[in-house]
């Protein structure tokens, strides 16, 4: 019997938005709501660590540096599993992990164990967030993928927030324990929720005869139409028989060596700056409340910079609007310095930064979904993110040596803004490349 072939792209692309879609969207932004967390939290404990263990900041510079090495970790490897085994059962994997890593901090006592159970949990949450986008955005139409996407990653910037609210709550009340308690509680809540209503990739299952029936069940919810004798298959025209070896196909290459240099220049200004604009408004002056919310500036204009800037990704040349948004973060970081002194300038400048620098920075992990074939990717996403993990390391790690090496906190600014102007030549080589190969 000759079943009839359609591509599942067409499917997703023809149908409306569908309950299915919504719940692996919103699921898909839970889960990266636990990255933002995390990467919120372990900052507020550092000041109580520090005090209940009476040891000095310093000290505590390997458990930072183990989280970030572990998602770096996580984010190489398990991406490679998801496109092997599927996006769904890493996730699942990846949320055991974490939720492991965080309960078993809580009973720490010492900076090597932490530091040993930050880098455990951090291989689970470097992949989460790769994963996440990938399933996201392979349950999304192309029509508005990367609007859709782009709501789901701004999860991150969510649990940012989460992570400052909760602390000031849990905190004074039950100590850092507390906290890292309902930091390992969450990812274990979200295991059987995960395993029941989180299906597989769409895409991943096409074309797979052991994930037909499946396949098929998901569709008909989509479409609302039920044919069991339609087989689903992926319409991409070229396919290595490897992962890796797609991310370095001729025709691939180029994009992957650009995503990665994009990616680490811009999480090593984002996370170099989340690091230490505290410590620079603190030395410019500024009391605790008003410190906290110029730099609150940053993950704000980042959430509305990503969403405008999605909504122009889906209606032009993705790689144009993510260059002209390089260029003016390069030129607001130059000038930003100049403005330490004049605080309703400098709230303005930081929003600014924060709606080109961490708006860009958010939609390259979209992007990155859109440009891998679906048997890559898993590891293409997963693997861009990566060379942003090992910028957001250098850029925590680096932050003391450029302060002694500027002449003055203005030119700390200045500094940051070469790498992203190395970001937009890249970026603006890559644009017109690809118009010239279109043209």
Known sequence: MDDTRV???????????????????????????????????????????TKAWHISPQALAPVFAAGLFGMFAGATGLGIVADRYGRKIVLILSLMIVAAGTLGTV?????????????????????ILPNSITLAAEYSPARRKIVLVTLSYSGFTLGLAAGGWIAGIILPAFGWHGLLLAGGIAPLLLIPIAIVWLPESLCFMAGRDRYRRQLNHLVSKITGVKNDAVCYSNNETVRISSPVGALFHKEMVRVTLVLWCAFFAFMFVFYLLTSWLPMILSKSGYPLTEMSHIAAMLPLGGVIGGIVMATLLD???????????????????????????????????????????????????????????????????????????????????????????????SDVFIWLACPITVACVALGLAGSRKRNQAE
């Open 7 to 49: 591509p599942i792209s067409d499917v997703i692309n023809a149908a409306p938005l569908s309950a299915l879609q919504i719940r692996v969207l919103l699921l898909c932004c839970i889960l990266v709501v636990l990255d933002g967390f995390d990467a919120a939290v372990i900052g507020y404990i550092a000041p109580t660590l």
């Open 107 to 127: 009973l720490t006592d010492t900076v090597m164990e932490m530091t040993v159970l930050r880098f455990i949990t951090g291989i689970g949450m470097g992949a």
């Open 315 to 409: 209606r032009l040349s993705s790689l144009h609007v993510l260059t002209v948004a390089s260029v003016i973060a390069a030129i607001t970081l130059t000038v930003t310095g100049a403005q330490l002194q004049h605080p309703q300038l400098l709230l303005a400048a930081i929003f600014i930064l924060g709606f080109t620098l961490t708006g860009t920075m958010n939609n390259l992990s979209v992007l990155a979904s859109t440009f891998y074939p679906t048997h890559a990717r898993a590891t293409g996403v997963s693997w861009a993110l990566s060379a942003g993990r090992a910028g957001s390391i250098c850029g925590s790690l680096s932050g003391g040596l450029l302060f002694s090496q500027a002449q003055t906190l």
